[in-house]
Nanobody, 117 residues
Framework: QVQLVESGGGSVQPGGSLRLSCAAS????????MGWYRQAPGKQRELVAR????????NYADSVKGRFTISRDNARNTVYLQMNSLKPEDTAVYYC??????????WGQGTQVTVSS
């Protein structure tokens, strides 16, 4: 049974920081490409950041470059998203995803991030 469980969301003021975690089970995590996505109200879900299986390659949405950092700990089957200098437009539900393998992808349940003064 595959489970991706996000945590670390919450409410923060503009300029603040949060660290999201996604704990994975039921997948071969160490060979999985992992991603963080977000969906704001009334908008489509979008890619925030993605990391290769070994962690050596990352890519980011232009809107978060220089502010967010994706990382992973394969010993803990966990992927992280460090979010700094948060802006109100970062408000969204953030989802962890195991990128497709043979057409199959897995999503977490999401964690809410709210940036507001």
């Amino acid at each position: 049974q595959v489970q991706l469980v996000e945590s670390g969301g919450g409410s923060v003021q503009p300029g603040g920081s949060l660290r999201l975690s996604c704990a994975a089970s039921g997948i071969a995590f160490s060979i999985a490409v992992m991603g963080w996505y977000r969906q704001a109200p009334g908008k489509q879900r979008e890619l925030v950041a993605r990391i290769s299986s070994g962690g050596g390659n990352t890519n980011y949405a232009d809107s978060v470059k220089g502010r967010f950092t994706i990382s992973r700990d394969n010993a803990r089957n966990t992927v992280y998203l460090q979010m700094n200098s948060l802006k109100p437009e970062d408000t969204a539900v953030y989802y962890c995803k195991r990128e497709p393998v043979n057409g199959n992808a897995y999503w977490g349940q999401g964690t809410q991030v709210t940036v507001s003064s």
